[in-house]
């Protein structure tokens, strides 16, 4: 959740290269507990709602064959095929496909996104002030087993803000990360190669774990972290087998707006149920977003048929 699980947004050359030089891949089966956590008084109430998961997170079950890729929570999971260019949405406890959509159908989507966040930009004024950054890479000094292997911690901290305007002033974002890598696991690597493939063949701009969120998207300095963070991820040696983001935001234009009504209420009781020391971030910070994951098992063996089309399709 994301190069270590963290794609980089382009990735030009290689992809060229993998269509003139042929590669053989392994299949490859990746679960992974992911806890979600939405800030706010609006994440406050989906966080609420969520209740157990919000708390033990969600299982994701990730498995690649050739140019077929499954990922599943639960009862519901999707099958992306990059040869016939199509993803079927499938509800695993029902046996059936629910919904199919072509590549040409996601590009299109994605166009219309980037549209109605272009628009609103331009209505916004200064949408895209110069934003400095400032990256700092620390070895955090500490091993854990995951899996059987050693991982050991590294702490990123990335900051944008107004070119020349402390972060105080202006404003701007934070991303601060604890990212434990192991040695490079084949079947994560295979998972992460085909995230990218996918990435690239429907115009999606990056792999990363929250790059493609509204919350994100819409904002430059949410953006700039976040490109900044995969930058430096794409640089490491080895495999994210556990991570822990967090991204703020500060000041300026994009401070919460308190919904009123039915939602404020929901709201207030929803902060009510969070703890005050999870949101240690800047000061006069507001938390965005908060992924936390595992990987908790990785095999390069597929169960018969696991990858097939409910309903005999394959």
């Not at 009862?75 to 990059?82: K, S, Y």
């Not at 993803?87 to 029902?94: I, S, T």
């Not at 991820?233 to 991570?243: I, M, N």
């Amino acid at each position: 959740m994301p190069a270590r699980r963290f794609a980089p947004p382009f990735l030009v050359l290689a992809l060229l290269a993998g269509l003139l030089v042929p590669m053989a891949r392994a299949d490859a089966r990746v679960e992974t507990r992911v806890r979600t956590r939405l800030g706010g008084a609006l994440g406050g109430v989906a966080n609420l709602f969520a209740g157990r998961q919000a708390k033990e997170g969600i299982v994701t079950v990730e498995m690649v064959a050739g140019d077929r890729m499954l990922t599943r929570s639960g009862r519901h999971g999707q099958i992306v095929d990059l040869g016939e260019e199509k993803a079927w949405d499938v509800d695993f406890k029902r046996g059936r496909v629910v919904s199919e959509t072509t590549f040409d159908e996601l590009r299109r989507q994605f166009a219309e996104v980037r549209e109605v966040l272009s628009g609103q930009a331009e209505s916004d004024g200064d949408a895209t002030p110069d934003v400095e950054i400032e990256v700092s890479v620390e070895d955090g000094g500490e091993t854990a087993e995951i899996l059987g292997h050693e991982a050991r911690k590294k702490v990123v901290r990335v900051v944008a803000h107004r070119r020349g305007v402390p972060l105080e002033k202006g404003g701007g974002a934070v991303l601060e990360a604890d990212v434990w890598l192991g040695p490079e696991l084949a079947p994560i690597e295979e998972v992460e190669a085909f995230q990218r493939r996918y990435a690239a063949a429907i115009g999606l701009p990056g792999a990363g774990p929250a790059g493609d969120s509204p919350a994100i998207a819409r904002d430059a300095a949410l953006v700039r972290v976040m490109k900044a963070f995969e930058e430096q991820a794409a640089d490491w040696k080895g495999s994210a087998l556990r991570t822990r983001m967090s991204v703020w935001t500060v000041g300026g234009a994009a401070a919460e707006e308190r919904p009123k009504g039915l939602g404020g209420m929901l709201g207030r009781l929803g902060r009510r149920k969070k703890k005050a020391k999870e949101d240690d971030g800047p000061a006069g910070g507001r938390l965005v977003l908060r992924v936390e994951s595992e990987v908790t098992a990785v095999s390069d063996e597929l169960p018969a048929g696991a990858l097939d089309l409910p309903g005999g399709g394959s």
